[in-house]
């Protein structure tokens, strides 16, 4: 088959021998992953219907309560892997802690866990702007037949198994790493079928786009506000161009393409910034790195960092290489 129309499907059973643990359970994972993708699809799409259909909170014909959609979004990936019985764990950026999974005829047997946070950027929705899934897969750490406790959760992403997006925008794209590169694939919603449209993604490795909240600039350490100042200052390539979408899954994916850093940076207002480790940082950090690109908390690697709590925050700077050590000199030089 033509190389080009081939679907996400084919592309897992193709490549399952060449995955680091090959025994299918992480091909039946990325299948769960991909269905529950699709009908939050679904969902998202007709959020600007929200008025004629109901708006959360509200009860609807069936006599069902309608819900936020993030919240919508959170039980259809849990019940979605909950229900193929292929993990052991989820954590969620939506729930306080985590969730132990036993599966019904053998006890505890799944090795893997994932971490995940359903709708990424949902402020987005109500004006139309796109949205995203992250997510992050681990093999757990504590022994196959013991329910998962904190430690299978609390790994470095250098022991990431498995990361991926899925960005609901003018097409919806499922874009993942196995730690072998990085692909994407656009859905045909007229027949639910994801296509590898863009195989071996990779970053430029520099850009001229930076993208940054500079509404808080006056908050910003020293080290990111001259780099900020260096992004705008006329030499060379520069000025660079500013984007900004506030949906971290879109801005990623637009610099991944085109060449771009990201940085969601410590304040004066928020210590540890705002993105969180385990389900915004990792999974995107990985991503960048089998893209040839950088993440960095501004002083050294993500994926480095031993998480201590499951909702922890960290300092971010994700994109094209030579942009991510560039601000991470500025940052160095200020201190
Ligand atoms: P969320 O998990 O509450 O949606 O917040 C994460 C989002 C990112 O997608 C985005 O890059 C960032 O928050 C935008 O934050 P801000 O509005 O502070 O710039
Ligand atoms: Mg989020």
Redesign the pocket.
């Known amino acids: 088959m033509d190389k080009k129309h081939k679907t996400l499907g084919e592309f897992i059973i193709e490549n399952q021998s060449s995955f680091q643990y090959s025994s299918g359970e992480l091909s039946k994972l990325i299948n769960a992953i991909r269905l529950a993708a699709k009908v939050v699809n679904h969902e998202v799409n007709k959020a600007g219907l929200i008025d004629i259909l109901g708006a959360a909170g509200d009860t609807n014909i069936q006599g069902e309560d309608q819900q936020k959609l993030d919240v919508l979004a959170n039980e259809k990936f849990i019940q979605t892997l909950k229900n193929r019985e292929i993990v052991c764990g989820i954590a969620s950026?939506e729930e306080d802690d985590f969730i132990s999974i036993n599966s019904q005829d053998e006890q505890h047997q799944n090795k893997y866990i994932v971490l995940i946070?359903p709708l990424?950027?949902?402020?987005n929705i109500d004006v139309n702007v796109s949205v995203g899934t992250i997510f992050s897969i681990y093999r757990r750490v504590t022994p196959v037949g013991t329910p998962v406790t904190i430690e299978d959760f609390l790994q470095p992403g250098d022991n990431q198994v498995a990361a991926g997006y899925i960005v609901y925008g003018t097409s919806t794209m499922l874009v993942y790493t196995t730690g072998d590169g990085v692909n994407g694939f656009t859905l045909n919603p007229a027949i639910g079928t994801f296509y590898l449209s863009h195989p071996n993604m990779q970053f430029p490795e520099t850009g001229k786009i930076y993208s940054v909240?500079e509404g808080n600039y006056i908050h910003f350490p020293q080290g990111v506000k001259d780099y900020i100042k260096y992004c705008q200052q006329e030499e060379g390539d520069r000025p660079y161009t500013s984007r900004y979408i506030?949906?971290?899954v879109s801005?990623f994916h637009r610099n991944m393409i085109k060449g771009g850093i990201y940085m969601?940076p410590k304040s004066s207002k928020a210590s540890e910034g705002?993105?969180r480790l385990l389900y915004e940082c990792n999974p995107m950090a990985f991503l960048a790195e089998q893209a040839n690109g950088k993440a960095s908390d501004g002083k050294g690697r993500i994926m480095e960092l031993k998480p201590t709590e499951l909702h922890q925050r960290v300092p971010f700077f994700c994109g094209s290489t030579k942009m991510v050590e560039k601000a991470e000199e500025f940052i160095a030089n200020a201190l």
């Open positions: 950026e946070d990424d950027g949902s402020s909240n506030g949906s971290l801005d969601y705002k993105l």
